[in-house]
C-alpha cells in the first residue's frame, strides 16, 4: 500500500466488537483476566492500550519499522532512548538541536557523567568517522532546529555503524512524509508527535521506530517502567491527524515556497535558511534524502530589536511556541523555543526569526510578513 493508504488504514481496521470505522478511544486503566495471568493481550494500560497499539502499528508502518512505540512526549521519547545506555558512556549530538533536547542533555544527564561532544552539521555530514569514535549514541536531527541544516543521514548511519555506535534521527520537521530515516540506516527515528503528525495543536506526545528486536524489546520494557506513555485519548488524536499528514505536508511545502520567494526578495530580509534553496549548504543532501523540503523556514533580519519587535506584528501568524499545526506560527527562538542554549556556545542567533508555515491561503500569508515587515524600523 501506498503512504497515504497506509495512513488511513494501517493498525485502524473497523473495531470487530462494533464494526466502528473510527478507531475507539479505550479509556480504561485496567482490563478484565479470564484467568490469572491469562488475558487478550491487554492488562493494564500503561503497559499497553488498544488505541495507542493502533498508533504506533500505523506509524511504524509510515517509517518502515518493524516495531514501533508511542509516548508521552518527544523528550519522553528521548528520555527512554538515553536509559539504553549508561553513565560514562559518550554521545555525539549535532550542536544544531532542539532547545529542550540540549537542556536534558546539558542539565540532566551529563551531571550524572554521560559524556557529550557536540559537531556541526556540515562536520558531521562531511567527515563523521572522524567524530564518530568511541561514542555509543549519535544523536542528529535532519533538517535542525532552528537553523534548518541537513545532516547526511548515510553517511553518519554508516560510520556509526562501523564504530559500533547507535545512530538516533529526530525527523520531526520532516515527518515520514518526507524522509524516512531507517531507509537510510539509522537505528532509531524518533517524532515529536505534537508536531506534524498530531497537526492541529491540540495533543502532546513522540514517537520512537526501529528495526532492531533488541532496541525494540528495551524500549518497550522502558515504556512500561519509566511510564512516559500516552493516554489514549491523545493516542486518538495523533491517529487522527496521521490520516491527513499527507495532502498537509503537500500544502506545507507549497506555501513554504511561496514563503521563502516572499522572504528571499525583501530588503529587510539578510538571509533566509530553508534546504529547498538552490545555495543553503545542505541543498543537495535534502534533495537525496527527502520528498520535498518542509514547512519550517527561518530567516535573519538586522537585529535582536527588529526580530522581537516583528514578531509581534502579525496577525494571521501567531505568536507562540511549537510548530507542524495548520496554523502558522511565528516565534523568536533565542527567547522562546531555544533560551535553553541561550548562554551556551549553541545559541540560536539573537536576530533569528522561526516560522511553521501553516496550510491558510499562501496569500494571506504573504501579505501579513509584508505588513510586519513594511513596519520595521527604517534602517541607518
Known amino acids: 500500500m501506498q503512504f497515504e493508504t497506509r495512513a488511513i488504514h494501517v493498525g485502524q481496521e473497523p473495531d470487530p466488537a462494533t464494526g466502528a470505522v473510527t478507531t475507539p478511544i479505550y479509556q480504561t486503566s485496567t482490563f478484565a483476566q479470564e484467568?490469572?495471568?491469562?488475558?487478550?493481550?491487554?492488562d493494564y494500560a500503561r503497559v499497553a492500550n488498544p488505541t495507542r497499539t493502533a498508533l504506533e502499528e500505523c506509524l511504524a508502518s509510515l517509517e518502515n519499522a518493524e516495531h514501533g512505540h508511542a509516548f508521552s512526549s518527544g523528550l519522553g521519547a528521548t528520555t527512554s532512548i538515553m536509559h539504553l545506555l549508561d553513565p560514562g558512556d559518550r554521545v555525539v549530538c549535532v550542536n544544531d538541536v532542539y532547545g529542550g533536547t540540549f537542556r536534558m542533555f546539558s542539565q540532566v544527564y551529563e551531571p550524572k557523567g554521560y559524556r557529550f561532544d557536540y559537531v556541526t552539521p556540515d562536520e558531521l555530514s562531511?567527515?563523521?568517522?572522524?567524530?564518530?569514535?568511541?561514542?555509543?549514541?549519535?544523536?542528529?536531527?535532519?533538517?535542525?532546529?532552528?537553523?534548518?541544516?541537513?545532516?547526511?543521514?548515510?553517511?553518519?548511519?554508516?560510520?556509526?555503524?562501523?564504530?559500533?555506535?547507535l545512530l538516533v534521527v529526530d525527523s520531526t520537521f520532516a515527518t515520514p512524509y518526507l524522509q524516512n530515516p531507517?531507509?537510510?540506516?539509522?537505528?532509531?527515528?524518533?517524532?515529536?508527535?505534537?508536531?506534524?503528525?498530531?497537526?492541529?495543536?491540540?495533543?502532546?506526545?513522540?514517537?520512537?521506530?526501529?528495526n532492531d528486536p533488541t532496541i525494540a524489546d528495551r524500549l518497550r520494557f522502558l515504556q512500561k517502567s519509566l511510564g512516559a506513555v500516552p493516554g489514549p485519548f491523545d493516542a486518538w488524536l495523533v491517529l487522527r491527524g496521521v490520516k491527513t499528514l499527507a495532502v498537509r505536508m503537500e500544502r506545507h511545502c507549497a506555501n513554504a515556497r511561496r514563503v521563502v520567494e516572499f522572504l528571499a526578495g525583501h530588503?529587510?530580509?539578510?538571509?533566509?535558511?530553508w534546504p529547498g534553496l538552490p545555495e543553503h549548504?545542505?541543498?543537495?543532501?535534502?534533495?537525496?534524502?527527502?520528498?520535498?523540503?518542509?514547512?519550517?523556514?527561518?530567516?535573519?533580519?538586522d537585529s535582536e530589536e527588529e526580530a522581537v519587535s516583528l514578531v509581534a506584528r502579525t496577525s494571521v501568524w501567531t505568536l507562540a511556541e511549537s510548530l507542524?499545526?495548520?496554523?502558522?506560527?511565528?516565534?523568536?527562538?533565542?527567547?522562546?523555543?531555544?533560551?535553553?542554549?541561550?548562554?551556551?556556545?549553541?545559541?540560536?542567533?539573537?536576530?533569528l526569526v522561526r516560522l511553521s508555515v501553516g496550510i491558510e491561503s499562501a496569500d494571506d500569508l504573504v501579505g501579513d510578513l509584508a505588513q510586519a515587515l513594511a513596519a520595521a524600523p527604517a534602517r541607518v
Open 35 to 42: 484467568a490469572v495471568g491469562v488475558h487478550k493481550g491487554y
Open 182 to 210: 531507517l531507509d537510510l540506516g539509522a537505528d532509531i527515528v524518533l517524532h515529536s508527535t505534537t508536531k506534524y503528525l498530531g497537526g492541529h495543536s491540540d495533543v502532546v506526545g513522540g514517537f520512537a521506530g526501529t
Open 126 to 165: 562531511s567527515d563523521p568517522a572522524a567524530h564518530v569514535g568511541d561514542a555509543r549514541l549519535v544523536w542528529i536531527e535532519t533538517p535542525t532546529n532552528p537553523l534548518l541544516n541537513v545532516v547526511d543521514i548515510a553517511a553518519v548511519a554508516a560510520a556509526a555503524r562501523a564504530a559500533g555506535a
Open 324 to 351: 507542524g499545526g495548520v496554523e502558522s506560527l511565528i516565534e523568536h527562538p533565542a527567547r522562546m523555543t531555544h533560551a535553553a542554549t541561550a548562554t551556551g556556545p549553541f545559541a540560536a542567533p539573537t536576530n
Open 281 to 301: 549548504p545542505g541543498h543537495e543532501i535534502a534533495a537525496r534524502q527527502m520528498r520535498d523540503f518542509g514547512g519550517m523556514v527561518s530567516f535573519l533580519v
Open 267 to 273: 530588503d529587510r530580509v539578510t538571509r533566509v535558511l
